[in-house]
């Protein structure tokens, strides 16, 4: 008999648990994060766990699991009366995970330049090319495109802690940041603002790119915290 660790059950409405490579509580945390990432759970739905077994075809232990990772990593939460929702980000919060993007991102930045090489900058390039290759409307492929660059520039700062802290950053805003590429003109703007990191990069410019990548975080960051109303404080584009 094999374990819940283990079993692989066929596809269900969303298409089941399919994957190997990890153990079954795992792919259902994988799955749902994704779910949550990508605008099919949107902010303030519930999340039911009858219906997640169905969806999944687990076990109601494996899905409380799963949501009590979920609820850990801040993208849901247990509402008394009503039980797991996807997180709904307050404008404070919006605008405090923001600032410490920014900070996170120029101090990548910042101690790329300064380690920079030949490959680093073969990098960025190819992974700039992978962000122009992506059609407008494909949201879900210019995130990730855009993260192989970010990754790249956390490889390059020698720091993984940048990472793993941008990781979960990232997975917080996820959805605005989704809105934020879907603001006209704003992917051209992208490109051109992490074309302006890149080059700093390539000239081992620590400084100039620094102010680069805040510059880029906090012109997202205006549009992100437009969609309550307010402009955030202490964060101007330019």
């Given at each position: 008999?094999?374990?819940?660790?283990?079993?692989?059950?066929?596809?269900?409405?969303?298409?089941?648990?399919?994957?190997?490579?990890a153990?079954?509580?795992?792919q259902?945390?994988?799955?749902?994060?994704?779910?949550?990432?990508?605008?099919?759970?949107?902010?303030?739905?519930?999340?039911?766990?009858?219906?997640?077994?169905?969806?999944?075809?687990?076990?109601?232990?494996?899905?409380?699991?799963?949501?009590?990772?979920?609820?850990?990593?801040?993208?849901?939460?247990?509402?008394?009366?009503?039980?797991?929702i996807?997180?709904?980000?307050?404008?404070?919060?919006?605008?405090?995970?923001?600032?410490?993007?920014?900070?996170l991102?120029?101090?990548?930045?910042?101690?790329?330049?300064?380690?920079?090489?030949?490959?680093?900058?073969?990098?960025?390039?190819?992974?700039?090319?992978?962000?122009?290759?992506?059609?407008?409307?494909?949201?879900?492929?210019?995130?990730?495109?855009?993260?192989?660059?970010?990754?790249?520039?956390?490889?390059?700062s020698?720091?993984?802690?940048?990472?793993?802290?941008?990781?979960?950053?990232?997975?917080?805003?996820?959805?605005?940041?989704?809105?934020?590429?879907?603001?006209?003109?704003?992917?051209?703007?992208?490109?051109?603002?992490?074309?302006?990191?890149?080059?700093?990069?390539?000239?081992?410019?620590?400084?100039?790119?620094r102010?680069?990548?805040?510059?880029?975080?906090?012109?997202?960051?205006?549009?992100?915290?437009?969609?309550?109303?307010?402009?955030?404080?202490?964060?101007?584009?330019?």
């Amino acid at each position: 008999m094999q374990s819940e660790d283990s079993v692989t059950p066929q596809g269900g409405a969303f298409g089941g648990v399919v994957r190997f490579a990890a153990p079954l509580r795992q792919q259902v945390v994988d799955q749902l994060r994704n779910r949550i990432l990508d605008g099919r759970y949107a902010p303030g739905a519930r999340m039911i766990e009858r219906v997640l077994c169905e969806e999944m075809q687990v076990s109601r232990t494996v899905v409380r699991e799963a949501l009590r990772q979920l609820e850990s990593e801040h993208l849901i939460e247990l509402v008394p009366n009503i039980g797991p929702i996807v997180r709904l980000l307050t404008r404070d919060e919006v605008r405090s995970l923001y600032e410490v993007r920014a900070a996170l991102e120029s101090l990548a930045s910042e101690e790329c330049a300064a380690r920079t090489t030949p490959r680093i900058v073969a990098r960025l390039d190819d992974a700039l090319q992978l962000i122009e290759s992506r059609a407008a409307d494909d949201i879900d492929g210019l995130l990730r495109a855009k993260d192989v660059f970010s990754q790249v520039v956390i490889d390059g700062s020698g720091n993984a802690v940048i990472g793993d802290m941008l990781g979960s950053i990232h997975a917080r805003v996820s959805q605005l940041r989704a809105v934020t590429l879907r603001s006209p003109g704003r992917l051209q703007t992208t490109v051109a603002e992490l074309r302006t990191i890149r080059d700093a990069i390539a000239a081992g410019d620590s400084q100039a790119a620094r102010e680069a990548s805040r510059r880029h975080v906090e012109t997202a960051a205006v549009i992100a915290l437009a969609t309550f109303g307010e402009a955030p404080s202490g964060l101007t584009a330019s």
